[in-house]
């Protein structure tokens, strides 16, 4: 590291961004921050990581290595750097060999110079793979301990030895994480020593805000000696996730001559110029009531952030308390594991399950195939053991056995990439290939919008600066109680004296419909009725008129409920059958039976993706399987019909 280097690796493009703006930063805003960056003499810049990998392609239609590739372009002399799970790279389960390969080198040839490479469970076991790999690319390989400062804690003494065979292991650097930020400035000093002392290579501090306490560890943990410490423009340091750049850099005198000024200029570029375009997100998005709670519950806010989500799309935000107190519930269940990505998404998933679809004597009865998988041993060892009854009842049916494994996990898993032969033909290329394996579902669709295949939904579209203010302004009208402000934005022409009124029945639904076909294409508005209203005289009709299809209308002129769409239509189950519905909103990823099959009570027959996780929902009895209304990738309700049981 050079003098003139500033010892920050900024994470302002990934937790920053992530906690500030749900994730939907754009590539090209970030490529007019990143010139700035640059003249700063950071020590790296991260690019992504795994949630904010995922996000780019999923949400915002973009291709994350591109993503790599643009800010690396916008930035010749800072390190471009990136955050990994060892074992699930960027996705949310275990990669085999081949695919763990084809990502490093994919990411090493886009422009990532800087691996920093963590385990969920610290099982260093799931290290040694990436960690060779990074160092047969070139590359600087840095790998993290997660700290837990919650839950059982693990002595320094314990934490320094993991770093000493970390050093063994090859890497350049080690990285002490406290994802969950309740580190305080004494402990942290403590602990860096303490490290310092048992290695020779440097040591990095990476430190969640959640205690607001940050930047005096930050302080006190380069007076231990450490070399490099995570932090993030001021903008992005929001909500107890990592502290600001800024600040720590003029705290501690490292504002050379000419640092300070691009890191002021990128925060005032964001303010005047970005953020603009982000209102409508950050009007309902604040940190405020989730610090408390990270604080009351010792739990990450981005942890409560996830949890908030999920319970948010259920329509089940009520049961935020309980929830809170089972996620601390299921991680000591599961062996005390760090709330840090992948793995935190795996505990806040069981947990709402746990609460809003179990009772008392059956927790982990709807157990997600993550839950599963890491019973099983998939995510390698954890720090504490699983709870020995908690695995006999998750793993009873599971596909690979019903004893947990001690193999390493990778090895257990099949090839993934298939080779030119077996390579889908949305895939034009080695990147293709990895983004479909790491994301079969969300990594299709991306390839999808990008070969025209399927249509882009508007909102994974870009927004300009006008429509993205608009937007906002029409948000902030209904916030403050103006309901028709959208009806009022409405580019519908208005109905002329000509338009005729048609009463449509849906199901159980009555719809007023009016059509007016005078200047141009006809127009659909409807409201529901809640009642027939008195016989009025209509207007004459055409002896031929064209029937509108019963078919959701398009925008109304006016707001008003919308009615659900018809749910999947089902044979009703035979006398002593059974039906299987979607206890939650969300998509059919597969069935595992066909009609006709014979099943038992407990088998597994369709796999619902909900709240991010994969859900195993299995028979309600056994018999035959007869109708099965959805198709794979249907969207369903709760409540939908799945599968019928005869």
Known sequence: MS??????????????????????????????????????????????????????????????????????????????????????????????????????????????????????????????????????????????????????????????????????????????????????????????????????????????????????????????????????????????????????????????????????????????????????????????????????????????????????????????????????????????????????????????????????????????????????GMNGRPTAAIDPAIVKTVLEGYPRGEAPTTEFPPELLPAALKGEEGRNPLANGLEDEVIMALFPVEGKRHLEWQKGVKRVPEEAKFLSLEEALDRAAIAEKILEGDMDALARKSNAPDQSPYARTFNVFVGGDHFEVAVDEVGGPTILSHAPVAAPAAPVAPAPVPAQPAAPAPAPAPKPAAPAPKPAAPKPSAAPAAEGGATLTAPMPGVVLRYEKKPGDKVEKGDVVVVLEAMKMENVLSAPASGTVGDLPCREGDTVSTGDVLCVIE
């Open 3 to 376: 003098q003139s280097t500033i010892r920050i690796y900024d994470t302002s493009f990934t937790a920053g961004q992530e906690s500030l703006l749900s994730g939907l930063m754009r590539t090209s805003e970030m490529e007019r921050i990143a010139p700035f960056l640059n003249r700063a003499g950071l020590y790296a810049v991260e690019a992504t990581r795994g949630f904010s990998f995922k996000h780019t392609l999923a949400e915002l239609n973009e291709n994350p290595f591109g993503r790599i590739r643009a800010i690396k372009r916008a930035m010749d002399d800072t390190p471009v750097a990136m955050t990994l799970s060892a074992l699930h790279m960027a996705g949310r389960s275990a990669a085999p060999l081949d695919l763990m390969q084809a990502f490093l080198g994919s990411a090493f040839e886009a422009g990532v110079s800087i691996f920093r490479i963590f385990d969920p469970v610290n099982d260093l076991r799931n290290l040694s793979a990436p960690l060779e790999t990074v160092k047969e690319l070139g590359a600087t390989a840095v790998a993290a301990i997660l700290i837990p400062t919650s839950g059982k804690r693990t002595p320094f003494d314990e934490i320094a030895q993991i770093a000493v065979r970390i050093q063994a292991l090859g890497a350049d650097a080690v990285c002490l994480m406290d994802t969950e930020g309740f580190l305080c400035p004494d402990s942290t000093r403590k602990l860096v020593s303490r490290v310092n002392e048992a290695v020779s290579i440097p040591v990095h501090l990476s430190i969640a805000n959640t205690a607001m306490c940050g930047t005096a560890a930050a302080h006190a943990a380069f007076e231990a000696g450490a070399a490099v410490v995570e932090a993030a423009l001021s903008p992005f340091a929001d909500g107890g996730v990592t502290i600001p750049s800024e600040g720590l850099i003029n705290s501690l005198n490292m504002a050379r001559e000419g640092a300070l000024e691009p890191l002021c200029e990128a925060a005032a570029l964001f303010e005047e110029e970005i953020r603009p375009r982000h209102l409508s997100t950050l009007m309902k998005r604040s940190n405020l009531h989730l610090r408390s709670l990270a604080l009351k519950y010792r739990i990450p806010v981005t942890t409560l952030r996830v949890a908030v989500n999920q319970l948010a799309e259920i329509d089940k935000s009520d049961l935020m308390d309980k929830v809170v107190a089972e996620i601390l519930a299921v991680r000591n269940d599961l062996g005390n594991i760090a709330l840090k990505f992948p793995l935190d998404e795996m505990v806040v998933t069981q947990s709402i399950n746990n609460v809003v679809f179990d009772n008392v004597e059956a927790r982990y009865s709807i157990a997600t195939t993550a839950v599963k998988d890491h019973c099983y």
